[in-house]
């Protein structure tokens, strides 16, 4: 493990907070994103191990009315992906993704301005991601 590897898995990272989805992001925010994003990159953690948890936030962001009961599902999804990681650094991250985003699935109870929040929050941190040199 280099030294900028174990700095990432080392890196507390600050919570994501539950009130992000009752209220518009501030720059505050937008840092929050990024060094979860960053900080997933640098821990080896791969889009695809995030694509099908990102799949179905689309999904259901496509069709809200017919298929928000799938909303509180997102949650074991996650801890599913993160479970399934094959490198301890990447799934150490994945582990710390889910625990700060199952709060804030839980608290959407199928609403859709909340969802909305929810959907930006996570593209905002794959972005990130993918700006660190996150791979596919």
């Not at 997102?74 to 799934?91: F, G, H, I, S, V």
């Not at 199928?110 to 791979?135: L, T």
């Given at each position: 493990?280099?030294?900028?590897?174990?700095?990432?898995?080392?890196?507390?990272?600050?919570?994501?907070?539950?009130?992000?989805?009752?209220?518009?992001?501030?720059?505050d925010?937008?840092?929050?994103?990024?060094?979860?994003?960053?900080?997933?990159?640098?821990?080896?953690?791969?889009?695809?191990?995030?694509?099908?948890?990102?799949?179905?936030?689309?999904?259901?962001?496509?069709?809200?009315?017919?298929?928000?009961?799938r909303?509180?599902?997102?949650?074991?999804?996650?801890?599913?992906?993160?479970?399934?990681?094959?490198?301890?650094?990447?799934?150490?991250?994945?582990?710390?993704?889910?625990?700060?985003?199952s709060?804030?699935?839980?608290?959407?109870?199928?609403?859709?301005?909340?969802?909305?929040?929810?959907?930006?929050?996570?593209?905002?941190?794959?972005?990130?991601?993918?700006?660190?040199?996150?791979?596919?």
């Open positions: 493990m280099t030294h900028s590897s174990q700095n990432a898995s080392n890196q507390q990272l600050r919570p994501i907070p539950l009130d992000l989805l009752n209220r518009n992001f501030n720059a925010d937008i840092d929050i994103f990024k060094s979860w994003g960053s900080n997933l990159a640098r821990s080896n953690v791969k889009m695809t191990q995030l694509r099908k948890f990102f799949s179905e936030l689309k999904r259901i962001e496509a069709d809200f009315e017919r298929l928000n009961n909303i509180i599902f997102l949650d074991p999804q996650l801890a599913y992906a993160a479970a399934r990681a094959d490198k301890n650094e990447a799934k150490n991250k994945l582990k710390e993704l889910h625990k700060a985003l709060p804030l699935i839980r608290s959407i109870h199928e609403d859709k301005n909340k969802y909305k929040r929810f959907v930006r929050i996570f593209e905002a941190i794959i972005a990130y991601h993918k700006a660190e040199g996150g791979e596919s």
